[in-house]
């Protein structure tokens, strides 16, 4: 199957953004829980270089990575940026000094993040931003609403959401322009997702969705290896082309939708050749039929 290698984001657009059909995620390049810095500095600053050199052009990151750690990476690797080059962030939530994860999500909040992120990341303007929404905590259209009114300023370019219900995506869909979903997706994680507070996080419905309405999936978490423990699919078509499991699980995203963008993350330089390799697998009509 031929699969296309690029994907325009927000294409109707006056801003439409051309990416390369991998891109590479941040977060694996913090240290221990996704906090502190990398245990491996010199090796986290030369994956973002290698990133470039291997034609990435969209890096997801957040500032609560690290916490920061990944913007600062980010900038002291790549500044001043390749004029092609996407850096997307996250806001919505923060990090406790014990690890934990908290919400960070009214209207103060949200400003308050991407004044950070642009000042980490030495930029004048967020070109993608996603909304991360925390199940049950604050008010998902209030939100919204602060995220279109910064982007109407110029401190955003352009607006997505991440981790949200398929209600939650046909909300923000009628209250302004969303280009892009983030949310976790993956052979082994297709399903919809129930949270403790009765809602449901991501799925099929999502990626339908996204299709209809000419909006990017981004799926996060996406290198799990089964959808349950007697899965061997993944092993077996990877046995099949030489290739790893990883590769595979990437190779299957690239092939599954158009509108997705995969963004693997990993801390290690040798792991994200072999990622890239991805790119470069070609899965048949009947592998993609037996991955069903």
């Not at 270089?49 to 790549?78: P, Q, W």
């Not at 110029?154 to 949200?164: A, E, F, Q, T």
């Not at 990437?250 to 993350?265: D, M, N, R, Y």
Request: net charge negative; with cysteine; proline share 6%.
């Amino acid at each position: 199957m031929s699969i296309p290698k690029t994907i325009t984001i927000a294409p109707n657009s006056k801003h439409p953004l051309t990416i390369n059909r991998l891109g590479y995620g941040t977060m694996r390049l913090t240290g221990e829980g996704i906090y502190g810095e990398p245990p491996n500095r010199p090796e986290a600053i030369q994956i973002l270089k290698k990133a470039l050199e291997s034609g990435v052009n969209f890096i997801d990151t957040a500032d609560y990575y690290g916490e920061d750690v990944t913007n600062r990476l980010i900038a002291e690797a790549l500044y001043p940026y390749p004029a092609n080059l996407v850096i997307c962030t996250k806001v919505g939530a923060t990090r406790r000094p014990d690890k934990s994860w908290i919400p960070f999500n009214t209207p103060d909040n949200l400003r308050t993040a991407i004044e950070n992120n642009l000042r980490t990341l030495k930029i004048e303007q967020v070109t993608m931003v996603h909304y991360r929404v925390m199940p049950g905590v604050g008010n998902f259209e209030e939100g919204m609403e602060a995220m279109f009114k910064m982007q109407e300023e110029g401190k955003i370019l352009h607006v997505g959401v991440s981790n949200v219900s398929l209600g939650e995506l046909e909300t923000s869909i009628k209250m302004g322009n969303i280009v892009s979903v983030e949310n976790m997706y993956g052979h082994a994680q297709r399903k919809t997702l129930k949270t403790p507070h009765g809602e449901n996080r991501g799925g099929e419905e999502v990626l339908a969705k996204c299709e209809e309405n000419g909006i990017v999936l981004i799926p996060y978490f996406s290198l799990i290896n089964a959808l349950g423990k007697n899965d061997t699919r993944i092993a077996e078509v990877a046995a099949k082309y030489n290739a790893t499991e990883a590769q595979v699980n990437i190779a299957w995203l690239l092939h599954k939708s158009p509108t997705i963008l995969p963004i693997p993350g990993t801390s290690s330089l040798n792991h994200f050749v072999e990622n890239m390799k991805a790119a470069d697998l070609k899965l048949s009509v009947d592998d993609m039929n037996f991955l069903a």
